[in-house]
């Protein structure tokens, strides 16, 4: 009998060319897979909650498969992570779930947290973990800033070029900026995103951080609907998809 899969996973994207199976490099879907092959001669396809690039890492996302062998949750978990190694991806939980569950198609929602280094010493255990800014950054004129994306928006002058989205139209539930010791924290949390949309806005409110624009120059780049007026697009080292909710 047919039993439909959730797993939560984690991984450290920087070996992989994204999560989405491609033919230009590893990616973390073409892991799991293979994984699924190696202990159950089955080759489902595995699909997820959100598509990460190149380089972006995840401590909670979604994944979702059919599986005709029967077999418990935890030894699920336990099969995958031994034939996953050496891959840096870990599967936190495996539970078996209606028919009609699909991870990307299920899913209400999506959290990222973008984390930048912000001190003068670069990082020795984070490195490609986290962003890292030299210049002093104000986490509070960032916040401030962050406000004025929140809503329901044109989010065109943060969406990448490549982005196949049919509509730059989207909900910003939250953005929220916080200092963490030597860290500044973006939170992002919305139904979907855009293409580099969370690291379009990061690399925009750093520029509020250093003093060079203001809450009404994030303004006038919304408003703009032009990708070129908003600000750089920060590199995928900091960015976790961090939760999916259903």
């Known amino acids: 009998m047919t039993q439909r899969w959730k797993l939560t996973l984690e991984y450290d994207g920087r070996p992989f060319v994204g999560w989405q199976r491609q033919e230009n ?113 104000d986490a509070e004129a960032m916040h401030a800033a962050a406000q004025r994306l929140v809503g329901r928006h044109d989010f065109t002058s943060f969406r990448a070029s490549q982005c196949q989205a049919r509509s730059a139209d989207k909900s910003l539930d939250v953005l929220a900026v916080a200092r963490v010791g030597e860290e500044v924290h973006v939170t992002a949390r919305a139904r979907s995103f855009l293409h580099h949309q969370v690291r379009n806005m990061v690399g925009t409110l750093k520029l509020v951080g250093e003093g060079r624009w203001t809450a009404d120059d994030v303004t006038r780049a919304l408003e703009a609907r032009d990708r070129s007026a908003s600000g750089p697009t920060a590199p995928p080292d900091g960015l976790y998809f961090t939760e999916a909710w259903y």
């Not at 890492?57 to 050496?86: C, Q």
Request: with cysteine; net charge positive.
């Open 25 to 137: 490099g590893p990616s973390v879907q073409a892991a799991l897979e293979r994984a699924l092959a190696a202990f159950g001669r089955e080759t489902p396809t595995v699909h997820a909650a959100g598509r990460t690039d190149s380089g972006v890492h995840a401590l909670g996302m979604v994944a979702s498969f059919d599986l005709d062998r029967p077999i418990t949750g935890p030894k699920l978990r336990e099969a995958l992570n031994f034939h996953l190694r050496p891959d840096p991806v870990a599967v936190l939980l495996a539970e078996p779930v209606e028919p009609e569950f699909h991870a990307r198609f299920s899913c209400l929602g999506r959290a990222y947290l973008y984390r930048i280094l912000n001190r003068r010493a670069p990082p020795a255990l984070d490195a490609g973990r986290v962003w890292h800014v030299m210049p002093p950054l």
